[in-house]
């Protein structure tokens, strides 16, 4: 039996038509691509507005009672950069960080607990790409370390030419990585801390208000 195509055109659908139901189907998988990711977007902003809503400079110093224990909890409150630089010992690229370049007054609080831990009067450029210091928030002289930070050996690079063995600094209150300190810094104290801007916030000088006056009220 020989099928053969009708004579009609009336009844035969056209080129065009069938390009423009084509295009039309095209169209719509498009924009329904497009409010998918519109809406993961929004998603990814509202996670983190919620982030910064529980970093420790919008609710201050948190309580002993209620610093997280465990990684999930730890995940709850940080960013996955914040997570992966203070709790697994991260380090964030050279220059790409919030604070190594910045000037703004202030005072620099742990982002995991809150905690005042430097100074905008200490910070210097080191030209390393990376927040320094010269000295904690609580230096003094007969102790230029202070207390806030505590101190600890590296090896995790000691086999790689230019490295060796380094010393890790930490928040000593909930033990996140703040980055390292080495003997290089300027004068009075000759230390630079190498600080992740992941591990700290910067809260800003009141206006009127000293920043040493201010940080050692918040610090007690």
Known sequence: MVFTSTTNPELRPSNNATCLEA???LLVIMFSTLTFADDDNQSGEKRM???TR???LEEGKVP??????????WRKRLTREQFAITRKKGTERAFSGTYWNTKTPGTYRCICCGEPLFR????FDSGCGWPSFYAPI???KENIKGNVVAEHEDRSLASMTGFGIRTEVTCRRCGAHLGH???????????RYCINSASILLEPEA????????????SR
């Open 23 to 25: 295009l039309a189907f």
């Open 49 to 51: 507005a919620d982030n």
């Open 54 to 56: 529980k970093n420790p």
């Open 64 to 73: 002993d009672a209620e610093i997280p224990k465990t990684d999930i909890e």
């Open 120 to 123: 905008s009067g200490e910070k």
């Open 138 to 140: 609580d230096t003094k």
């Open 181 to 191: 300190v080495f003997n290089d810094g300027p004068p009075p104290t000759g230390l």
């Open 207 to 218: 206006k009127g208000t000293s920043p040493r006056d201010e940080d050692s009220k918040k």
